[in-house]
Nanobody, 123 residues
Framework: QVQLVESGGGLVQAGGSLRLSCAAS????????MGWFRQAPGKEREFVAAITWRGGRTYYASSLKGRFTISTDNASNTVYLQMNSLKPEDTAVYYCASHPAVLGVLPGGYNYWGQGTQVTVSS
C-alpha cells in the first residue's frame, strides 16, 4: 500500500502562483509514476501532469504546458506541482496519484490517490 498526503492548496488571485506538494509513504518502491489530476464542480476528473518516480520523465496536458511544472524530490518522497499564471478556470480539487506501471494519463490506471486539496482562483 501507498499513502499520499497533499498540501499547498488555497485561495489565490488570478495571475498568482501556488505550489502543491504530495508526500508519499509506505511501499514507495512499487511506484513507477506520480500524477496530478483535477476535478472542477460538475466536471470529469482530468489529467494535469505526470512524472516517473525515479527517472524524472514528464508529461503534461497540452493546455497546461508552460504554466504548470511537475517535479520530484526523491530524498523526501515528494512530488510537486508548481502552478503559475493561475486563472479562474484552474479552480478545482487537485489530486495526487501513483501508477504502478506506466506514465499514464487515464485516472483508472492509477491505484492510490490522495485526499485532494482545494485550489480556488479568484478573478
Amino acid at each position: 500500500q501507498v499513502q499520499l498526503v497533499e498540501s499547498g492548496g488555497g485561495l489565490v488571485q488570478a495571475g498568482g502562483s501556488l505550489r502543491l506538494s504530495c508526500a508519499a509513504s509506505g511501499r514507495t518502491f512499487s511506484i513507477y509514476a506520480m500524477g496530478w489530476f483535477r476535478q472542477a464542480p460538475g466536471k470529469e476528473r482530468e489529467f494535469v501532469a505526470a512524472i516517473t518516480w525515479r527517472g524524472g520523465r514528464t508529461y503534461y496536458a497540452s493546455s497546461l504546458k508552460g504554466r504548470f511544472t511537475i517535479s520530484t524530490d526523491n530524498a523526501s518522497n515528494t512530488v510537486y506541482l508548481q502552478m503559475n499564471s493561475l486563472k479562474p478556470e484552474d479552480t478545482a480539487v487537485y489530486y495526487c496519484a501513483s501508477h504502478p506501471a506506466v506514465l499514464g494519463v487515464l485516472p483508472g490506471g492509477y491505484n492510490y490517490w490522495g485526499q485532494g486539496t482545494q485550489v480556488t482562483v479568484s478573478s
